[in-house]
T-cell receptor, first 112, second 114 residues
């Protein structure tokens, strides 16, 4: 039981490049979330999903797109990376009947 | 939307003393309040949580109190130890069927002085 995993662990992009971050969970959780963490800002919600094929915007969705084609996977896409998207990205998941969110190990992204 | 304020941003205490971190929230509909501990370079880990139908909850050296009327909740750590040094985040959300994510405070860097 690996819990919540994220790939890659670290990535450097140039401005304008695109990439996809992958989150996977093996706990059969219905809900999945993407957060970003910046120094002194805490974690902020980007997008979330209540189930396969459904997504919704969070607090800071601009510049990101997401997809949930399979229940266990939640993808976060950056179509045209900007330096302001330099951050640590955390994925989380939880059961619909419980409040506890379980976090992945994070992806550190640097946009030059 | 929800807004969570957390104080202080840095807290330094002597080993063995108690530490208190305070948070306020703005949305009266919020009913779930978790606390996460994050060590450098690691993921946030849930240490304790409280729901709005409870005023206080304890787990060994850690306790959380909630005042719904004043919209604030606090984390209390007693008999602090070096391994308590970390960044602590409070958060709030509205549950009861919704999938809303957590709104986090900006964090408190707790330093335990030997």
């Amino acid at each position: 039981n690996a819990g919540v995993t994220q790939t890659p662990k670290f990535r450097v992009l140039k401005t304008g490049q695109s990439m996809t971050l992958l989150c996977a969970q093996d706990m059969n959780h219905e809900y999945m979330y993407w957060y970003r963490q910046d120094p002194g800002m805490g974690l902020r919600l980007i997008h979330y999903s209540v189930g396969e094929g459904t997504t919704a915007k969070g607090e800071v969705p601009d510049g990101y797109n997401v997809s949930r084609l399979k229940k266990q996977n939640f993808l976060l896409g950056l179509e045209s990376a900007a330096p302001s998207q330099t951050s640590v990205y955390f994925c989380a998941s939880r059961r619909s009947a419980e409040e506890t969110q379980y976090f992945g190990p994070g992806t550190r992204l640097l946009v030059l | 939307g929800e807004n969570v304020e957390q104080h202080p941003s840095t807290l330094s205490v002597q080993e063995g003393d108690s530490a208190v971190i305070k948070c306020t929230y703005s949305d009266s509909a919020s009913n779930y309040f978790p606390w996460y501990k994050q060590e450098l370079g690691k993921r946030p880990q849930l240490i304790i949580d409280i729901r709005s139908n409870v005023g206080e909850k304890k787990d060994q050296r850690i306790a959380v109190t909630l005042n719904k009327t004043a919209k604030h909740f606090s984390l209390h750590i007693t008999e602090t130890q070096p391994e308590d040094s970390a960044v602590y985040f409070c958060a709030a959300s509205t549950t009861g069927g919704g999938a809303d994510g957590l709104t986090f405070g900006k964090g408190t860097h707790l330093i335990i002085q030997p």
